[in-house]
């Protein structure tokens, strides 16, 4: 059984070449998840799939059930996370077509459920969140990534905003000043959710555009343009991890 799970975002709503096992519940004590897990064979080595919009893509980001979704993984025995994201580049460095293994964030989010620490049933948890992702877990990628002959930006800061619209310029030039490098808006409370299942979790930023303001011309021209060809090393990067995981 896999322990490794893989919780797709946009352009990721599924495997390509990837031949179904089974299916996993979708439903927990906190609702639904967006879809149910579903546990993949991939050239031979396994690992559950989630796609965060939901199977058609439908779910806006704020719409998203977030403590569903790590707890149906949990409940199908995953426990470790490997996250994709679409972001928009800030710092220049964070071109798109740029494949980013984040290493810390800034959570611009409001109105998310973002603990199970909140009933009366509930234990409290202070977790540690710094850094919010699993150093193993960041190591096994860069060298899935070196196998795959994919190349990765070792580091950067992603900023996490609600969506679904885009940022304003002046949104951007504030992340900027605070430190930020790429901008999504999917990447918490997801992690801070995995960190209180105690479910080791990494982020993949793909740069599928560049950030309000950092560049002239339609954003959404540019996403187009990269999202399909980063989604490939993508999947390269995460075929190499499985494979080494499962060898």
């Not at 709503?13 to 897990?37: K, N, Y």
């Amino acid at each position: 059984m896999s322990t490794l799970a893989l919780i797709g975002g946009t352009g990721l709503d599924d495997f390509d070449g990837a031949q179904r096992v089974r299916s996993a519940d979708a439903t927990t004590p906190w609702g639904d998840a967006s879809a149910a897990p579903v546990l993949l064979d991939i050239a031979g080595a396994q690992a559950w799939f989630l796609p965060r919009h939901g199977a058609d893509h439908s779910l806006a980001p704020h719409a998203i059930n977030y403590r569903a979704n790590i707890a149906a993984l949990q409940a199908a025995d995953a426990q470790q996370i490997v996250a994709v994201a679409a972001v928009g580049g800030i710092s220049a460095e964070m071109q798109p077509g740029r494949i980013v293994l984040v290493d810390d964030l800034i959570d611009y989010t409001t109105g998310r459920d973002h603990t199970y620490s909140d009933g009366p049933d509930a234990p409290l948890q202070h977790i540690e969140f710094a850094p919010p992702y699993d150093a193993g877990l960041r190591e096994r990628l860069l060298l899935a990534a070196d196998a795959a002959g994919v190349e990765l930006i070792d580091g950067g800061v992603m900023g996490v905003t609600n969506g679904p619209r885009l940022e304003t310029a002046a949104e951007i030039r504030r992340m900027a000043r605070d430190g930020c490098d790429v901008v999504g808006m999917t990447g918490m409370p997801e992690a801070a959710l995995a960190v209180e299942k105690r479910m080791a979790y990494a982020g993949l930023a793909v740069v599928v555009n560049p950030a309000a303001g950092t560049a002239d011309g339609p954003i959404h021209a540019a996403i187009e343009q990269t999202l399909s060809a980063a989604m490939r090393d993508v999947r390269a990067v995460l075929r190499a991890l499985i494979g080494a995981q499962q060898a």
